[in-house]
């Protein structure tokens, strides 16, 4: 079988507390910080393999209505954002989420991250912009 191959940037996420790792996690494509870990996080609550999707839009729906931004800084080599900061997704690839272009400047062979930070934003303005 004759194919072609691509050298492809991969991402590691370290949860740092006092100082210390205490875990990694490494990512091929776009890793998801504070809303959207906050609805993974809430749909492995559920039970149900069975109807997963079903069980994802809940989640989703849940965490929509109650998820509130966290003051953070975010601090990269050229520019430093201090913000209550809705969600960030960091990117190696474009899209994710059933095709959703979450990071459109994404290329996953330029050996760089983009990143994509979501201000508090009111959840009416969101769901205008999702639409």
Do not use: W
Not at 35 to 44: K, L, P, R, S, W
Not at 69 to 83: P, V, Y
Not at 100 to 129: A, C, E, W, Y
């Amino acid at each position: 079988m004759k194919g072609n191959f691509l050298k492809h940037d991969i991402g590691l996420v370290e949860s740092i507390q006092n100082g210390n790792v205490v875990d990694q996690r490494y990512f091929i494509n776009i890793a998801g910080f504070c809303f959207d870990a906050a609805v993974i996080n809430e749909t492995t609550k559920g039970k149900s393999r069975l109807f997963a999707s079903i069980t994802y839009i809940f989640s989703l729906l849940k965490v929509l209505f109650t998820y509130k931004a966290h003051k953070m800084s975010i601090i990269t080599k050229n520019k430093t954002i201090e913000d209550s900061i809705f969600t960030i997704a960091v990117g190696i690839g474009q899209y994710n989420g059933n095709g959703m272009m979450q990071v459109p400047m994404g290329d996953p062979t330029d050996g760089l991250f983009d990143i994509v930070s979501i201000r508090k934003i009111p959840i009416f303005k969101l769901m205008l912009r999702s639409s």
